[in-house]
């Protein structure tokens, strides 16, 4: 049995099906992924998951009971979930991303929606269904008094599920996004609302990325539970149990990050973009096409920009990376053509025979993203609204003299806030007035702005962070 156990919708590693029928296994990104694999050496960790795709589920299929060895992995064994395709589609698209993503980073267009009625119910039901074969699996699998992370808005109920089964383990819940305040948290139905906070008072842990979402969370436990919050001692008491509140924010693995930045592959996508841009500045952004990420304001302020500052025309380049996100979902099908219609009329508007304003490249590609912070002249993060946002970590780390403009929206800007150009992301002249700030920065500012951002961006690598919860259940 297991002493330490994480469970998250997305696990450590992903597989594929090739025309042979061979499975290929390939070790998945982010903070969660590489946090785990400084600690499971050091714990009996397991991942709980669940299964994705074609190639996850016959993985699972193949393995006694969903669970998978640890060979070639560094994350500690894995169990992955094979939940039925129609309560997956509805809990992961209906609810986790089209209503809790939605109400947590302020995106409804309040006259039209929510609208919640019977098929909400029915997606509830399922979101309920999935959050319960988490708890399942991890009250099978976990050792006695066990620690438990749960991550994330997928498995808000999983905490309380799981304490009802197995009381004697100590449980956390850790939130990747922000978190929205009562008055707005309260567009869900009142019954869900409940339940989402019940869920995650389940815990004994619960871990925010900033201190304004771990207020929201508990303004939200006060205003409409009626529980008893101590915001000194950052704790929230709810039907004689007592969860305490903590803050966590992720950093990023500086030395690991340069070292993938300095391979071949890296080299190479920078000799190209350099030949591409042509010694002209380079304005850098790097997201998926998420609604929250802002994409098409940030092309806006571009076009002001370039409109009030002809001097730049012909000198500067803006290379946008806006990578596929979440395809099944009508909304963002039209935002990522709004995003692709927006820079064809920059292109339209500006463009010379031997100067491209800017490029956007829509197929993801991690080495090439790489070479742009390399490259970066200013980094533009605008989100609407974000949990952390490591995008505006990485950059500071890989250009010697990158400018950030960041969003006073996006969970960073609590750390990096002081040595950034902050805006306000709906501020589409003030992003404009940022950008160029960014671009006439004296040499001797930039490099200690860009210092400054370092430091701050490696502060708490991914294997302290998690450290850092894990000391909590204790």
């Not at 669970?67 to 589609?89: E, V």
């Not at 089964?165 to 929205?180: G, K």
């Amino acid at each position: 049995m297991n002493s330490v156990l994480v469970a998250s919708n997305r696990g450590p590693v992903s597989f594929t099906v090739d025309d042979d029928g061979e499975l290929t296994m390939k070790r998945g990104g982010g903070g969660l992924v590489s946090g785990l694999s400084g600690v499971a050496k050091e714990h009996g960790v397991l991942w709980v998951c669940a299964a994705l795709s074609d190639g996850d589920r016959s993985a699972v299929r193949l393995a006694p009971g969903g669970r998978l060895d640890r060979g070639g992995y560094d994350t500690g064994a894995l169990r992955m979930l094979d939940i039925p395709a129609a309560t997956f589609h509805r809990a992961y698209n209906a609810v986790a991303n089209s209503t809790l993503w939605f109400v947590n980073h302020l995106l409804y267009d309040i006259p039209n929606s929510p609208s919640f009625g019977t098929k909400f119910r029915r997606e509830w039901e399922s979101y309920r269904d999935y959050n319960g074969a988490f708890a399942l699996a991890l009250a099978e699998e976990a050792g006695h008094g066990a620690r438990v992370m749960v991550q994330d808005y997928h498995l808000t109920l999983t905490p309380a599920m799981l304490r009802a089964e197995r009381p004697d383990l100590r449980i956390a819940h850790f939130s990747h996004t922000p978190w929205a305040p009562p008055e707005y948290f309260s567009l869900l139905p009142d019954a869900v609302t409940r339940e989402v906070l019940d869920g995650i008072l389940g815990a004994d842990h619960a871990g925010f990325l900033t201190a304004r979402w771990a207020a929201a969370f508990m303004d939200c436990c006060e205003a409409l539970l009626g529980a008893r919050v101590d915001r000194a001692a950052g704790t929230v008491a709810h039907e004689g149990r007592t969860t305490r509140v903590g803050v966590h924010s992720l950093g990023v693995d500086g030395a690991a990050l340069w070292a993938r930045a300095c391979e071949p592959d890296v080299e190479s996508h920078m000799a190209a973009l350099a030949e591409q841009v042509a010694g002209r500045r380079l304005i850098v952004r790097i997201d998926r096409t998420e609604l929250s990420k802002n994409i098409v304001r940030g092309l806006l302020a571009y076009r002001e920009f370039l409109a009030a500052h002809p001097e730049w025309h012909g000198k500067v380049v803006h290379l946008a990376f806006a990578y596929p996100s979440r395809h099944d979902l009508p909304e963002y099908r039209e935002y990522t053509a709004s995003v692709q219609r927006c820079a064809r009329e920059i292109e339209d508007e500006y463009a010379t025979e031997d100067w491209d304003p800017v490029i956007l490249n829509v197929n993801d590609d991690y080495p090439r993203s790489l070479a742009a912070y390399r490259l970066a002249d200013v980094l533009l993060v605008n989100p609407i609204r974000d949990g952390m946002n490591l995008v505006a970590k990485e950059g500071p780390v890989l250009s010697p003299r990158c400018a950030l403009v960041l969003s006073r929206e996006a969970g960073a800007a609590a750390e990096l806030g002081p040595y950034a150009l902050v805006v306000n992301p709906y501020d589409v002249s003030g992003t404009a007035d940022a950008l160029h700030q960014a671009l006439v920065m004296p040499e001797d500012e930039r490099r200690r702005r860009r210092d400054r951002l370092h430091e701050a961006a490696t502060a708490l690598p991914p294997h302290k962070w998690l450290e850092s919860q894990l000391d909590a259940l204790l």
